[in-house]
């Protein structure tokens, strides 16, 4: 593989992520590969939230942030789990550097006019600081925090929005969405779940329709086609395990491909 891979890592399943994965990310790092790790730790901010008597709203999947939950969210986001991944990287024999979308305004938002409070839209996505860490042989961990324009304002991003924004800015070759499902599940006839191979942007707007896809899945679905729209080869939604990551780098057909059309065959096929 020769093109930049974006793992967005997402906090349903931080906790679960074993040793092997982080392993995985170290061994692809050792053979060239060029890894940006985007974060997010939804389950861990309603947590503190919780510790401080905040109740937690979401509005189709994104968080809703007065001035205080703001302080939790950069409180969590950028202090624990920034610095969590990067010591597992550490440990598992990777070089990692973790800075915040704030850092560099590597996340360029102005407020959302939506009734959300302090939730951003992203206007840019600067390489800058990414493409430095790269260079210096490092994973860039990056924080879905985001800052406007003068720089006073921060701002809550969710992160697969944050992932997707970045892989595009970065022209990834793939984007790896990792969460605590093997992919978009379906009922079935007989009443049971399985996973997606594939999907379209017309697929997934009647499964948003049926309320197949709901909640937190509904920001990665369209930050996946947002992601793909914007020049980004491949998108992959898949669980956080070694097999799963290393899989999809060696073009395995693994968890959810997210494609434009049902039509549209990806470079090389995939
Ligand atoms: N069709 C679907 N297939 C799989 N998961 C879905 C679907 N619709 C909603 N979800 C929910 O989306 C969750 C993953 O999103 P989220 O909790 O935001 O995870 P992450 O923290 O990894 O971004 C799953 O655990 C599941 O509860
Ligand atoms: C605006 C918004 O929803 N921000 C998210 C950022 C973290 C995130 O996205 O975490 P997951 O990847 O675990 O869902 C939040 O506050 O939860």
């Not at 939230?49 to 007065?66: H, K």
């Not at 997934?204 to 080869?233: C, S």
Request: with cysteine; charged share 15%.
């Amino acid at each position: 593989m020769q093109g930049i891979v974006v793992i967005k890592c997402g906090g349903s399943t931080m906790d679960q992520l074993p040793d092997s994965f982080f392993q995985a990310i170290a061994g692809l790092q050792a053979q060239g590969q060029e890894i940006v790790i985007v974060h997010g730790g939804g389950p861990a901010i309603n947590n503190m939230l919780d510790r401080v008597q905040i109740t937690p709203q979401f509005v189709d999947g994104l968080r809703v942030t007065c001035e205080d939950t703001l302080r939790v969210v950069e409180m969590v986001l950028c202090g624990s789990i920034n610095k969590a991944l990067v010591k597992r990287l550490t440990q598992a024999g990777a070089k990692a550097w973790g800075v915040s979308g704030i850092d560099g305004q590597t996340l360029l938002a102005t407020k959302t006019p939506r009734p959300l409070g302090w939730v951003g839209e992203i206007k840019k996505a600067d390489t800058t600081i990414p493409k430095a860490i790269l260079g210096q042989g490092y994973v860039p961990v990056i924080a879905p925090l985001s800052v406007s324009e003068d720089g006073a304002e921060t701002f809550n991003v969710n992160a697969d929005v944050a992932a997707g924004a970045i892989a595009a800015a970065l022209s990834a070759e793939k984007l790896i969405m990792v969460t605590d499902v093997p992919g978009i599940m379906q009922p079935q006839p007989d009443g049971t779940k399985a996973v997606v191979p594939a999907t379209s942007a017309e697929e997934i707007q009647e499964m948003i329709q049926t309320e197949v896809i709901t909640g937190g899945m509904i920001p990665k679905v369209q930050a996946a086609l947002d992601a793909l729209g914007q020049g980004v080869e491949q998108v992959v939604i898949c669980r956080g395990t070694a097999e799963d990551l290393l899989g999809v780098c060696a073009g395995q057909a693994v968890g959810t491909t997210v494609r434009m059309n049902v039509n549209y065959v990806q470079r090389g096929g995939k």
